[in-house]
């Protein structure tokens, strides 16, 4: 028998399957990837490093979708913000991949690349060492929660008449649809605002 001519297995087939998994289920094991594909359990160690291998694989096919591009923007605070807008929706395309890859350490390297671009952005924007990290990883929990919101029942709040809560019924009225939108807006701003006034200070003290 002649050998086929697509390979039965490589590391694109398994971060595709991979993924599948984790929208399905938010999970995935080496031995589900091997069923979906037909193969031997061991032959998806012959491609990968093991799971965190894979977890990794993920990281990057997730992130792929973000636009580092945006980050050569001027001023530094609109190309945060254009970011942090594409950052959002690659993750809200596949919310349950999110728990999974915040409790590993970041190792992909065109993930690392897009974190180094982003320090850039703020040392030359004049921003101190210490505060770089600080900030971006409040961005990043904005903009991970906010992908997280999108993928949540539109009404998060069920009142009952065991518990009154005439305010929260007044406020819960009020708002309008699209409420993970208008929080990550409200976030977004609020984000902002705090990093210009950081970078001020930073400047005035200098």
């Known amino acids: 028998m002649g050998r086929p001519r697509t390979p039965l297995l490589d590391r694109e087939r398994i971060t595709t399957t991979a993924?599948?998994?984790?929208?399905?289920?938010?999970?995935?094991?080496?031995?589900?990837?091997?069923?979906?594909?037909?193969?031997?359990?061991?032959?998806?160690?012959?491609?990968?490093d093991g799971r965190d291998g894979i977890v990794e694989l993920l990281r990057e096919?997730?992130?792929?979708?973000?636009?580092?591009?945006?980050?050569?923007?001027?001023?530094?605070?609109?190309?945060?913000e254009a970011w942090a807008r594409s950052y959002?929706?690659?993750?809200?395309?596949?919310?349950?991949?999110?728990?999974?890859?915040?409790?590993?350490?970041?190792?992909a390297p065109r993930v690392l690349e897009q974190y180094e671009r982003a320090v850039t952005l703020l040392l030359d924007a004049g921003f101190a060492v210490g505060e770089v990290m600080p900030l971006l990883i409040a961005l990043e929990n904005l903009v991970l929660g906010s992908a997280l919101d999108l993928a949540a029942p539109e009404t998060m709040w069920e009142l009952t008449d065991r518990?009154?809560?005439?305010?929260?019924?007044?406020?819960?009225?009020?708002?309008?649809?699209?409420?993970?939108?208008?929080?990550f807006e409200v976030g977004l701003t609020a984000f902002l605002t705090h990093a210009r006034a950081l970078r001020t200070a930073g400047a005035a003290s200098a």
């Open 88 to 107: 959002r929706g690659a993750f809200a395309a596949h919310p349950r991949a999110i728990p999974l890859l915040m409790t590993s350490p970041v190792r």
């Open 19 to 48: 993924l599948r998994l984790v929208d399905e289920q938010g999970e995935f094991s080496v031995p589900q990837i091997a069923r979906r594909l037909g193969v031997q359990t061991g032959s998806v160690y012959h491609h990968v």
């Open 163 to 183: 518990a009154p809560t005439p305010r929260l019924a007044r406020a819960l009225a009020a708002v309008p649809e699209g409420r993970a939108d208008r929080a």
């Open 61 to 80: 096919r997730v992130a792929a979708t973000i636009d580092p591009a945006t980050l050569d923007g001027s001023p530094w605070d609109a190309a945060l």
